[in-house]
């Protein structure tokens, strides 16, 4: 069966450095991989998305993620944080069937 | 473009009270979820819709819960009765059509509390 992990509840950060958000994946067949963002009181929001092609992918508030096959992880980064990034980290997987399963999160917590 | 609506905000009954949730997806959106998001775990699945049929409720505990999407556009989610570990965040998301490269947009959420 299909699943996601997050080995991380927690990651913590000085603002103005590299984050990364770890994130490996089960599933059969071809991926389809997401990250998601959650704030406070609010729904999740998409960040980005791999169906194929480059293994490094851009996505909003200059996030990206890097897929890699062989160790079947999709780690979210970005280059220098910022405060404001603060908040509820999901990845997640669907394949053919269709059903989107989401990993625990991750809390990101950026200090200044 | 307006986003996923949903309402109520936040809900506070009785076990073995009733409750009902509402959401309204992006417009064109055909297909439309229900999640249940327990504190401290990612969001699971309830139940898909594409248009107005149901494509997958596999996860929904349908002694109590139940879910219906009538002319293809909004949405309720109804339990009766709850129970204290139905307290959750509802989480109701829309998405253009069902292909798996397709994001998904999500609402609020509904905040509820069983006492």
């Known amino acids: 069966a299909q699943s996601v992990a997050q080995p991380e509840d927690q990651v913590n950060v000085a603002e103005g450095n590299p984050l990364t958000v770890k994130c490996t994946y089960s599933?059969?067949?071809?991926?389809?991989l997401f990250w998601y963002v959650q704030y406070p009181n609010r729904g999740l929001q998409f960040l980005l998305k791999?169906?194929?092609?480059?293994?490094l992918v851009k996505g909003s508030y200059g996030f990206e993620a890097e897929f890699n096959k062989s160790q079947t992880s999709f780690h979210l980064k970005k280059p220098s944080a910022l405060v404001s990034d603060s908040a509820l980290y999901f990845c997640?997987?669907?394949?053919?069937?269709?059903?989107?399963?989401f990993g625990q999160g991750t809390t990101l917590q950026v200090k200044p | 473009e307006a986003g996923v609506a949903q309402s109520p905000r936040y809900k506070i009954i009785e076990k073995r009270q009733s409750v009902a949730f509402w959401c309204n997806p992006i417009?064109?959106?055909?297909?439309l979820y229900w999640y249940q998001q327990i504190l401290g775990q990612g969001p699971k699945l309830l139940i898909q819709?594409?248009?107005?049929?149901?494509?997958?409720d596999s996860q929904l505990p349908k002694d109590r819960f139940s879910a219906e999407r009538l002319k293809g556009v909004d949405s309720t989610l109804k339990i009766q009765p709850a129970k204290l570990e139905d307290s959750a965040v509802y989480l109701c998301?829309?998405?253009?059509?069902?292909?798996?490269?397709?994001?998904?947009?999500f609402g609020p959420g509904t905040r509820l509390t069983v006492l």
């Open positions: 791999y169906i194929t092609g480059d293994n």
């Open positions: 997640a997987v669907r394949d053919k069937t269709g059903k989107l399963i």
């Open positions: 998301a829309s998405s253009l059509e069902d292909y798996p490269r397709d994001e998904q947009f």
């Open positions: 819709f594409q248009n107005n049929g149901v494509v997958d």
């Open positions: 599933v059969s067949g071809n991926p389809y």
């Open positions: 417009s064109g959106h055909a297909t």
